[in-house]
């Protein structure tokens, strides 16, 4: 029974926000019988909520306890303060995020003031190949995982690097410089840059996200890394 309320659970994506119930039980493979009855006691306890609409949505008890994991509550924590700080001198959309098998996992975003496409979200996983802090993720990743990710190389933007040879030279540019940068890759119009967090065990990716960075990439190059630094600190001093 267990396996099945997370068979229902696991319907839900970012593509996927909102499903009504017919659409939860085809999505999870559960007879509607079931999906009504297990989205009911999944709904009282609080970790389903109903809209006006009669769609179901993921509730607040499941995101009360996502905070409770070490990636949200301990890297959150300790970047936070860093995250805030980078914000306030850029004024740009910063990113905050780990790898999860062969995707960017997005644990923080503070949204900048100038109108940039940001796909993103809290929560939200994107492909390493297409993103900057995912080529810094790939880039110190193990080679079983870059071998993965250089076997799904998809097109997302008439920019997104597809070519095997060109992807490894910018990871090798990556572990040698220290940044890694991104021109309309994810969507058209945005350009980024990021950088890694921990020293020889990068722990997560540190990124900023602006429309152009032909002018401004060596400050903001400077700022993640000095955000970086601050962030693995106070990591090390926490264990």
Same mark, same amino acid.
């Given at each position: ?22 659409? !939860? &039980?085809?999505?999870?493979?559960? %007879?509607?019988?079931? *999906? ?5 006691? /999944? @709904?009282?306890? +609080? ?62 975003? !503070? &949204?900048?003031?100038?109108?940039? %496409?940001?796909?993103? *979200? ?5 492909? /390493? @190949?297409?993103? +900057? ?107």
């Amino acid at each position: 029974m267990t396996s099945r309320a997370l068979d229902l659970l696991g319907a839900f994506d970012p593509e996927h926000r909102s499903l009504t119930l017919s659409e !939860l &039980a085809r999505r999870s493979g559960l %007879p509607l019988a079931t *999906a009504h009855r297990l989205v009911g006691e /999944l @709904h009282r306890w +609080g970790a389903l909520s109903r809209l006006a609409s009669g769609e179901y949505v993921i509730g607040r008890r499941l995101w009360d306890l996502g905070l409770l994991a070490p990636v949200q509550s301990g890297l959150r924590q300790a970047a936070s303060p860093f995250l805030h700080d980078l914000y306030g001198a850029t004024l740009a959309t910063v990113h905050l995020a780990v790898r999860d098998g062969c995707e960017v996992l997005y644990v923080d975003r !503070l &949204a900048g003031h100038v109108s940039v %496409p940001v796909v993103s *979200a809290v929560g939200s996983r994107l492909p /390493l @190949h297409a993103t +900057g802090v995912g080529k810094v993720l790939l880039a110190y990743a193990p080679e079983a995982v870059r071998a993965e990710a250089f076997g799904r190389l998809t097109r997302i933007t008439p920019y997104t690097v597809t070519q095997p040879a060109r992807l490894a030279e910018q990871l090798r540019r990556v572990r040698a410089e220290g940044y890694a940068t991104t021109g309309e890759e994810m969507s058209l119009g945005a350009c980024s840059v990021a950088v890694p967090v921990g020293g020889d065990s990068v722990v997560a990716a540190l990124g900023i996200v602006v429309p152009d960075l032909r002018r401004d990439k060596a400050r903001l190059v400077a700022a993640l890394q000095v955000a970086a630094r601050g962030i693995a600190r106070t990591l090390a001093s926490a264990e």
